[in-house]
């Protein structure tokens, strides 16, 4: 046996009391991308101009940080330093009068730029900064004696 539905009449399809109302959701509108919010007005592009300066700026020494050394450091850091020096000399010596390639010419310019920094180090009374740079002058200098 099967089960016997009832027949629909077409009054009851029509009536319109039974419908199922159009339930919509209320949804508020996405914020649109084009808006910027700014919490403080835009500032005003206005070059601003400098005051007139009557004299030079002075440029301020940077102070520059050092260990302090013992008296035995030092004597030994400057004994490093004079000795590196010296053979970085020598070095650039054996240079002198032959042409160089772009690489030798290069370590040349390297040593002669390690060479003066030990110097301005020393010049201050930095002798560790004068030590590290001086013993990069020699072995780079060592470097370009053997290429030669």
């Known amino acids: 046996m099967r089960p016997l539905v009832p027949e629909v009449q077409d009054t009851q ?3 319109g009391s039974d419908e199922i109302p159009d339930l919509q959701p209320e949804l508020a509108p996405p914020p649109s991308t084009l808006a910027i919010a700014r919490s403080a007005p835009a500032r005003p592009r206005v070059p601003v101009a400098a005051p007139p300066q009557t004299e030079a700026p002075v440029k301020a020494d940077v102070p520059q940080l050092a260990p302090q050394l013992s008296a035995a450091e030092t004597s030994a850091a400057q004994q490093q330093t004079n000795q590196s020096l010296g053979i970085a000399e020598k070095n650039m010596g054996a240079t002198e009068g032959k042409t ?8 040349a310019s390297k040593v002669r730029s390690f060479m003066a920094e030990a110097k301005e180090a020393v010049r201050t009374g930095d002798w560790i900064r004068a030590r590290n740079a001086a013993k990069k002058a020699e072995v780079i200098s060592q470097e370009l004696a053997g290429s030669l």
């Open 13 to 15: 399809l029509n009536d």
């Open 100 to 107: 160089l390639n772009a690489a030798q010419q290069d370590l």
